[in-house]
């Protein structure tokens, strides 16, 4: 089994910048892809951003492009997502998630198979 543990949410100002850690207790996998979701009131839990296992591959949502960064530390079994030129529209609460046994980037919500608890993150205007 494997638990995830996100930190580093809280409020800023429109322009300002946050750092997310997800750490990961429990199993090991040896090759996994890590992502980060967010989710806003009253809207569906959208894809941010996604790091393959060796940390080379990355990809993210359009709107995130340029201004969050997604990596992971595998010995400190730590995933983080930094974000820079923060807009109220980035309101949500983040989660961290793992899909386990692939080499690939996953988009797809569905593929993950542990999620984190999430941490809130509010950007004023």
């Known amino acids: 089994q494997l638990e995830l543990v996100e930190s580093g949410g809280g409020l800023v100002q429109a322009g300002g910048s946050l750092k997310l850690s997800c750490v990961r207790f429990?199993?090991?996998?040896?090759?996994?892809?890590m992502g980060w979701f967010r989710q806003a009131p009253g809207k569906e839990r959208e894809f941010v951003a996604a790091?393959?296992?060796?940390?080379?591959?990355?990809d993210y949502a359009d709107s995130m492009k340029g201004r969050f960064t997604i990596s992971r530390e595998n010995a400190k079994n730590t995933v983080y997502l930094q974000m820079n030129s923060l807009k109220p529209e980035d309101t949500a609460v983040y989660f961290c998630?793992?899909?386990?046994?692939?080499?690939?980037?996953?988009?797809?919500?569905?593929?993950?198979?542990?999620w984190g608890q999430g941490t809130q993150v509010t950007v004023s205007s």
């Open positions: 998630a793992a899909a386990p046994d692939t080499t690939l980037i996953v988009r797809t919500r569905a593929r993950y198979d542990y």
């Open positions: 429990g199993r090991a996998f040896s090759h996994d892809c």
């Open positions: 790091i393959n296992w060796s940390g080379r591959e990355t």
